[in-house]
């Protein structure tokens, strides 16, 4: 993509209705909602409504493709192909793409493009690198047997994504599922719809079958609860809030369906006084701030041991000072809108939480510019384990800083807490670094860096913040079953 110096223009909308058995349909109650760019908090499109019937109907599609359709039957090298044809189609239209992101979702243009879209293409090209790839064992057993194993697709899959990387999430979802053999009926978040729906027709273009790739898009009670309790979904994949994570599994219980999330995290950065002092504190900065702190894995609190506390502090009040908040077309923003009012409002409660908790508020707290769900990049400092600033999911730019003198002290305090997604840990010591990185309770522990992501690396989290894993090899077997198969031989 060539350098931007000039705000980007608004894409226009091509694709609103569910997208079932190959076809652009209406829903069947006729019932639209709204998005909005919550920059400006003007009406983008109006969207299908899918529910129940509409679901039903993905559903059965899916099913069929799976069981009858010529994707059941396709040679696994040929399924790699078409997924390879995808992410090309997805690479030619990347920058309407990366647009269509910050219009829905209010990122950054200059995040979008440099970062959400061309993940998306390296996500799908790897799995469909896998394609052909996914095979059983050979194992020697008692008696004269000749035993085998296979590796067959769990069936139809049930995708459920959230708001904060709309694109990339259902990438991480559509290539392993697609790659084992799987169909999939995706229901994407209600708030950014767009880039889906947009993905799905490319793969109708790229000439994926009838049924195999399905989007629903539509509420989380009435579309996301069809398709957890569909007894013809034979697994769900969830991204997003453990509340919710919690209702389907126990909607799913009934069907015995496989389920796999991945969850929130108040994932604990910390800095050691022998550090590199500035590249800690762009990390730290960058861990929190990126994406308007809406990530599961944002560093929100921040350990900063005490003999550098109050030097790395004013680093960062410096660093924050400067950062550009605004319009997210504009390739010079650095931070955009929370993503919709409700979720602009948890972020300003928190803020006064943190006050009214007796933390201090050195930087930003409060909203910026009165149209928008804009908020200041704010940083409280004086924040004690049980504030709820330090215990709570706040999804939004509000880092909590707490100081510690202790390597053992602050390993414990940072695994006090229900999440385990991720952690960070910043010295010049590598035995410190790798006791730290094996004391946190996290899916993943970054040395010197902080939100470093490689398609072919696991994710996931401990605890609270997850079942399973995503990405690389791991990946693949969310949506796998091994069947032994065992011959009698005389």
């Given at each position: 993509m060539a350098t931007l110096t000039k705000p980007v223009a608004r894409p226009e909308i091509r694709n609103t209705q569910c997208y079932i058995n190959g076809e652009w349909v209406d829903a069947l109650s006729g019932k639209t909602f709204e998005t909005l760019h919550p920059a400006t908090e003007e009406v983008i499109a109006h969207i299908a409504e899918g529910d129940a019937a509409d679901i039903d109907r993905a559903v059965t599609a899916a099913r069929e493709a799976f069981e009858r359709g010529p994707w059941s039957s396709m040679d696994a090298r040929q399924r790699g192909k078409l997924m390879y044809r995808l992410a090309e189609l997805m690479e030619e239209e990347a920058e309407y793409l990366a647009a269509l992101e910050t219009l829905d979702n209010g990122k950054p243009i200059r995040d979008s493009r440099a970062a959400d879209i061309p993940l998306v293409v390296e996500c799908i090209k790897y799995y469909a690198g896998w394609a052909d790839k996914i095979h059983g064992d050979t194992i020697p057993i008692s008696g004269d047997y000749l035993c085998y194993t296979r590796r067959e697709p769990i069936g139809v899959v049930g995708q459920i994504i959230p708001w904060n990387f709309p694109a990339l999430m259902a990438a991480w979802k559509w290539g392993p599922a697609l790659?084992?053999?799987?169909?999939?009926?995706?229901?994407?978040?209600?708030?950014?719809?767009?880039?889906?729906?947009?993905?799905?027709?490319?793969?109708?273009?790229?000439?994926?079958?009838?049924?195999?790739?399905?989007?629903?898009?539509?509420?989380?009670?009435?579309?996301?609860?069809?398709?957890?309790?569909?007894?013809?979904?034979?697994?769900?994949?969830?991204?997003?809030?453990?509340?919710?994570?919690?209702?389907?599994?126990?909607?799913?219980?009934?069907?015995?369906?496989?389920?796999t999330f991945e969850l929130g995290g108040k994932s604990p950065n910390v800095v050691l006084a022998d550090t590199d002092l500035q590249a800690a504190v762009d990390g730290a900065h960058f861990g929190l701030f990126f994406n308007q702190?809406?990530?599961?894995?944002?560093?929100?609190?921040?350990?900063?041991?005490?003999?550098?506390?109050?030097?790395?502090?004013?680093?960062?009040?410096?660093?924050?000072?400067?950062?550009?908040?605004?319009?997210?077309?504009?390739?010079?923003?650095?931070?955009?809108?929370?993503?919709?009012?409700?979720?602009?409002?948890?972020?300003?409660?928190?803020?006064?939480?943190?006050?009214?908790?007796?933390?201090?508020?050195?930087?930003g707290g409060e909203r910026h510019g009165d149209r928008g769900y804009f908020v200041k990049p704010t940083i409280?400092?004086?924040?004690?384990?049980?504030?709820?600033?330090?215990?709570?999911?706040?999804?939004?730019?509000?880092?909590?800083?707490?100081?510690?003198?202790?390597?053992?002290?602050?390993?414990?305090?940072?695994?006090?807490?229900?999440?385990?997604?991720?952690?960070?840990?910043?010295?010049?010591?590598?035995?410190?670094?790798?006791?730290?990185?094996?004391?946190i309770r996290s899916g993943t522990v970054w040395i010197n860096c902080y939100?470093?992501?490689?398609?072919?690396?696991?994710?996931?989290?401990?605890?609270?913040?997850?079942?399973?894993?995503?990405?690389?090899?791991?990946?693949?077997?969310?949506?796998?079953?091994?069947?032994?198969?065992?011959?009698?031989?005389?």
């Amino acid at each position: 993509m060539a350098t931007l110096t000039k705000p980007v223009a608004r894409p226009e909308i091509r694709n609103t209705q569910c997208y079932i058995n190959g076809e652009w349909v209406d829903a069947l109650s006729g019932k639209t909602f709204e998005t909005l760019h919550p920059a400006t908090e003007e009406v983008i499109a109006h969207i299908a409504e899918g529910d129940a019937a509409d679901i039903d109907r993905a559903v059965t599609a899916a099913r069929e493709a799976f069981e009858r359709g010529p994707w059941s039957s396709m040679d696994a090298r040929q399924r790699g192909k078409l997924m390879y044809r995808l992410a090309e189609l997805m690479e030619e239209e990347a920058e309407y793409l990366a647009a269509l992101e910050t219009l829905d979702n209010g990122k950054p243009i200059r995040d979008s493009r440099a970062a959400d879209i061309p993940l998306v293409v390296e996500c799908i090209k790897y799995y469909a690198g896998w394609a052909d790839k996914i095979h059983g064992d050979t194992i020697p057993i008692s008696g004269d047997y000749l035993c085998y194993t296979r590796r067959e697709p769990i069936g139809v899959v049930g995708q459920i994504i959230p708001w904060n990387f709309p694109a990339l999430m259902a990438a991480w979802k559509w290539g392993p599922a697609l790659a084992a053999g799987c169909t999939i009926v995706m229901k994407p978040a209600e708030q950014t719809p767009l880039t889906c729906l947009r993905m799905a027709q490319l793969a109708h273009e790229a000439g994926f079958p009838p049924g195999v790739i399905n989007v629903v898009p539509g509420y989380g009670p009435t579309a996301g609860a069809a398709l957890v309790k569909h007894p013809q979904v034979d697994k769900i994949a969830f991204t997003g809030e453990g509340s919710t994570a919690k209702i389907i599994q126990a909607d799913a219980l009934d069907t015995f369906k496989r389920v796999t999330f991945e969850l929130g995290g108040k994932s604990p950065n910390v800095v050691l006084a022998d550090t590199d002092l500035q590249a800690a504190v762009d990390g730290a900065h960058f861990g929190l701030f990126f994406n308007q702190g809406q990530c599961c894995t944002a560093g929100s609190r921040l350990f900063v041991e005490d003999k550098i506390h109050d030097e790395f502090v004013d680093r960062l009040i410096t660093k924050n000072s400067s950062r550009r908040v605004g319009d997210p077309f504009d390739p010079q923003t650095e931070q955009g809108p929370q993503v919709d009012h409700a979720q602009l409002e948890k972020v300003l409660r928190y803020i006064d939480y943190g006050k009214q908790d007796g933390a201090e508020c050195v930087s930003g707290g409060e909203r910026h510019g009165d149209r928008g769900y804009f908020v200041k990049p704010t940083i409280f400092t004086g924040v004690k384990d049980d504030m709820r600033i330090a215990r709570d999911e706040i999804f939004g730019p509000v880092m909590s800083v707490l100081k510690f003198s202790d390597l053992d002290e602050v390993a414990e305090r940072a695994n006090n807490t229900p999440f385990g997604l991720a952690a960070a840990v910043w010295t010049r010591d590598i035995n410190k670094a790798h006791r730290l990185a094996a004391k946190i309770r996290s899916g993943t522990v970054w040395i010197n860096c902080y939100d470093v992501f490689d398609i072919a690396a696991p994710f996931g989290g401990f605890k609270h913040s997850g079942i399973g894993r995503e990405k690389g090899a791991a990946g693949l077997d969310n949506y796998l079953e091994t069947k032994s198969v065992i011959v009698k031989m005389s």
